[in-house]
């Protein structure tokens, strides 16, 4: 991941690593980390959102990630976080059917 393709403004994430993605963060309903495991391993890291509209968009995909790219993820994961108190933070079983039942998010 370059730091060129994600740019974060007072209201929004700007994503553009695969196209143009604009998020506004009041329409943030859920965010939490994602890693892609193989044989018990870390291989990749992502930052899931769900918006209102029940999209799903993938922020920060780290491959391979380093101790410094640990860091920034972090950093990401927080920023986005903090932006909008009223989203779901973090994948649990209660969150997750939090979001099945309020938008059908599966």
């Not at 018990?40 to 509209?53: C, F, H, L, R, V």
């Not at 972090?74 to 920023?79: A, G, Q, R, S």
């Amino acid at each position: 991941m370059s730091k060129e393709s994600m740019y974060f403004t007072d209201k929004y994430i700007v994503n553009v690593s695969s196209g143009l993605d604009i998020i506004k963060y009041s329409d943030i309903v859920w965010v939490y980390p994602y890693e892609l495991r193989q044989r018990g391993i870390t291989t990749a890291k992502s930052i899931i959102i769900y918006t209102n509209d029940k999209v799903r968009h993938t922020l920060a995909n780290f491959n391979a990630i380093s101790k410094k790219g640990k860091k920034v993820f972090n950093e990401i994961f927080e920023l986005v976080a903090s932006k909008n108190t009223q989203a779901v933070v973090g994948y649990t079983k209660e969150n997750r059917k939090q979001m099945k039942d309020l938008y059908n998010i599966k």
